[in-house]
């Protein structure tokens, strides 16, 4: 079965600091993935990688940016926290080629609560 | 940009029961992906329909996609109390491996 991995199930942190949230995965997936889920929005994409080096913005990527220098490790970072950056954060990877990316699933991590003082 | 939005947005049953939800969605889509989520944990897959297909089967699962009106739905019969949990469709645009596009998701609750 794949897992992933996200390194803290709860977090607190105040603002202005510089927060790392990482992901790891055991199965060589090409694709990650990270959203942000609050009540009543579901979830949004904040940015994803299709490989090593690569990033393209999601839907919201204000404030954050990522890091991907492995294949197995994706990093998402709050440049400096704000309290809106309070939320549940979910990794996540994905198996592709070029023909078949789009008709596989996503797997998750367990998620990372967040909480901005 | 939501492109999916799921209805009810909560749901209550007994035990054995059927449970059925769905899900609009509105511009053409690859694939259409169901999943479900836990209370604080991450999504689960459960199970993906392309758009060429019309039905499809897993255990206790049925979804159905109606790509005319822009529709899918999930059912699950028998309902047990384990399947207590949000269900959530997501859609695929097109080939080019973009990410999923999450609805708000179905609230299901199954007691006993």
């Known amino acids: 079965d794949v897992k992933v991995t996200q390194s803290s199930r709860y977090l607190v942190k105040r603002t202005g600091e510089k927060v790392f949230l990482e992901c790891v995965q055991d199965m060589d997936h090409e694709n990650m993935f990270w959203y942000r889920q609050d009540p009543g929005l579901g979830l949004r994409l904040i940015y994803f990688?299709?490989?090593?080096?690569?990033?393209e913005k999601g839907d919201i990527p204000e404030g954050y940016s990522v890091s991907r220098e492995k294949k197995e490790r994706f990093s998402l970072i709050l440049e400096s926290a704000s309290t809106n950056q309070t939320s549940m954060y979910l990794c996540?990877?994905?198996?592709?080629?070029?023909?078949?990316?789009?008709?596989?699933?996503?797997?998750f991590g367990d998620g990372t609560r967040l909480s901005i003082l | 940009s939501q492109q999916g939005e799921e209805d009810p947005q909560a749901l209550s049953i007994q035990e054995g029961e059927n449970a059925t939800m769905n899900c609009s969605y509105k511009t053409s889509i690859n694939n259409l992906q169901w999943y479900r989520q836990n209370s604080g944990r991450g999504l689960v897959h459960l199970i993906l329909i392309r758009s060429n297909e019309r039905e499809k089967h897993s255990g206790r699962l049925r979804v159905t996609l109606d790509t005319s009106k822009k529709s899918s739905s999930l059912l699950i019969t028998a309902s047990r109390a384990a399947d207590t949990a949000s269900y959530f469709c997501?859609?695929?645009?097109?080939?080019?491996?973009?990410?999923?596009?999450f609805g708000k998701g179905t609230t299901l609750s199954v007691s006993s």
């Open positions: 990688s299709y490989d090593v080096k690569m990033k």
């Open positions: 996540a990877s994905r198996w592709t080629t070029s023909s078949q990316g789009a008709s596989q699933p996503q797997h």
């Open positions: 997501a859609t695929v645009l097109n080939q080019a491996g973009t990410a999923l596009i």
